[in-house]
């Protein structure tokens, strides 16, 4: 079992800059990928991100997201970040970090936080 925290949410303008973190604790951290989704009113969550586990960071992104946020993960602190930059009103969503397995760049999640709100102003 891994139990998830999500922080960092909140009302920022376009063209801002809001830094995601997920808390995690339970099972071991390092042996997980890690990734975010988030979902925005009356739509299906979608992928955001994701980060292969210790020995290969690898990331992903979606193509809405790519070079403006930016995914990281520290093992020592059983933290995973979701930075991101140049916000749109778009990217409005609760955000939820998950724990799971990447297989290729698809990543299934097993485990989810609850969420944070993230809203974009224009």
């Known amino acids: 079992q891994v139990q998830l925290v999500e922080s960092g949410g909140g009302l920022v303008q376009a063209g801002g800059s809001l830094r995601l973190s997920c808390a995690t604790s339970?099972?071991?951290?390092?042996?997980?990928?890690m990734g975010w989704f988030r979902q925005a009113p009356g739509k299906e969550r979608e992928f955001v991100a994701a980060?292969?586990?210790?020995?290969?960071?690898?990331?992903y992104y979606a193509d809405s997201v790519k070079g403006r946020f930016a995914i990281s993960r520290d093992n020592a602190k059983n933290t995973v970040l979701l930075q991101m930059n140049s916000l749109k009103p778009d990217d409005t969503a609760v955000y939820y970090c998950?724990?799971?397995?990447?297989?290729?760049?698809?990543?299934?999640?097993?485990?989810w936080g609850k969420g944070t709100l993230v809203t974009v102003s224009s």
């Open positions: 998950s724990a799971g397995n990447l297989y290729g760049q698809a990543f299934i999640p097993d485990y």
């Open positions: 339970g099972s071991t951290f390092s042996s997980y990928d």
């Open positions: 980060i292969s586990r210790w020995f290969s960071l690898n990331t």
